[in-house]
């Protein structure tokens, strides 16, 4: 990104802030591949619903392209497949307190 690029960017904001104009937006959907997840970590059905708390029904829907997950879990599944050990310890700690 060069400067030209954001400098018209910072006008199209200005001009939008004063009503002047419309910005564009873009809704770009990331697909998650549920299972490929899961079976990283080597985790059965059951396993992976237990440890993460996912209803079964929901991920076999999931897993068989039925549904999709909503964003909040794609963002879940997301940070379950980067750093699985740190999710499964915040949910030990919230099933804890709460």
């Not at 104009?21 to 079976?39: G, M, P, Q, W, Y």
């Not at 619903?49 to 076999?60: E, M, Q, W």
Request: net charge positive; aromatic share 6%; proline share 3%.
């Amino acid at each position: 990104m060069n400067d030209k690029t954001i400098l018209a960017g910072l006008k199209q904001i200005a001009a939008y802030e004063k009503g002047e104009h419309s910005l564009r937006t873009r809704v770009v959907e990331v697909a998650i591949d549920v299972k490929a997840i899961r079976e990283k970590l080597e985790l059965s059905q059951d396993e992976f619903c237990r440890l993460y708390g996912f209803p079964l029904a929901t991920l076999k829907n999931w897993e068989q392209g039925r549904r999709k997950p909503d964003l909040a879990a794609r963002l879940l599944l997301g940070l379950i497949g980067t750093k699985p050990e740190l999710v499964a310890e915040e949910l030990r700690k919230m099933r804890k307190t709460g």
